[in-house]
């Protein structure tokens, strides 16, 4: 199965400097976004560690174990280089003022024959396009997130709220932290979608999924979602990694580990 990569990030509307980061490294199937905050520069600094820190030491570490490493093999070595970036930028924003409070989501995505390991804290995003449908395959770890899951608003209620960007779980914020990490297959023709909530604040699902449908390549579909979040205020940074899955998967042994369909 082979997979097709695409990525772009923008400043936006309103922001003058950009805290959104992307790493990719395509010959192992690593995808990394992120989206920093804190003060001046800070958040810029945030998301740039965690996407080259953690591709670096991923990647390096998927070229060594190859195609024998197991589904769980691979968790393993994403929480460890998770946990290793985060105590980095904790590091880092301890012994510098000026990085005072820096921290980023973040969305890390291991692209394996048939399998897709995807993990996130906070509240960028992954999605998959399959058959022309979208459907959002992480769950924001924000305050909103968790009103919605106790009643107190409704999916659409929660367009309108004020709260937003209060996210519930980050990267460096703390000493230990914890990536939520779940197992897909993949099919032929899957597009999966990595973004930051520039994008995903500015439309609904259903105007993503709109201008996924109108465009064929990766980069027409990638620059057309930035330039909708723009011309829907662009009032945030905006990152978008778009992935393509193509071929036959390899015939692989079950694994333990549940698949989310």
Request: glycine share 10%; net charge negative; proline share 2%.
């Amino acid at each position: 199965m082979d997979f097709e990569f695409f990525s772009h990030t923008d400043t936006g509307r309103v922001r003058t400097n950009n805290e959104d980061s992307i790493a990719l490294d395509e010959s192992c199937g690593v995808a990394v976004l992120a989206d920093g905050m804190g003060g001046y520069a800070a958040g810029e600094v945030a998301s740039g560690m965690a996407c080259d820190f953690i591709k670096s030491e991923l990647g390096r570490w998927l070229h060594e174990a190859s195609s024998n490493a197991s589904d769980g093999d691979v968790k393993r070595a994403m929480d460890i280089c998770v946990d290793n970036a985060n105590r980095a930028i904790f590091g880092a924003a301890n012994s510098n003022p000026t990085y005072a409070g820096m921290g980023t989501t973040l969305v890390l995505a291991v692209f394996r024959s048939g399998r897709l390991l995807m993990g996130h804290i906070g509240d960028s995003r992954g999605y998959r396009w399959r058959d022309g449908q979208l459907q959002q395959i992480t769950k924001d770890h924000s305050l909103l997130q968790e009103q919605i899951d106790a009643g107190i608003l409704t999916p659409e209620q929660a367009q309108y709220a004020a709260n937003k960007n209060l996210v519930t779980r980050a990267l460096g914020v703390e000493d230990l932290v914890l990536m939520e990490t779940h197992l897909h297959d993949i099919q032929s023709g899957d597009i999966y979608l990595m973004c930051s909530d520039g994008l995903s604040d500015m439309l609904r699902d259903q105007q993503i999924a709109d201008v996924m449908s109108a465009h064929t390549s990766l980069p027409e579909m990638g620059q057309a979602l930035v330039a909708a979040a723009n011309e829907a205020g662009g009032r945030d940074n905006i990152a978008v990694v778009l992935v393509r899955a193509q071929g036959v998967a390899e015939p692989t042994p079950r694994s333990w580990w549940p698949f989310k369909r």
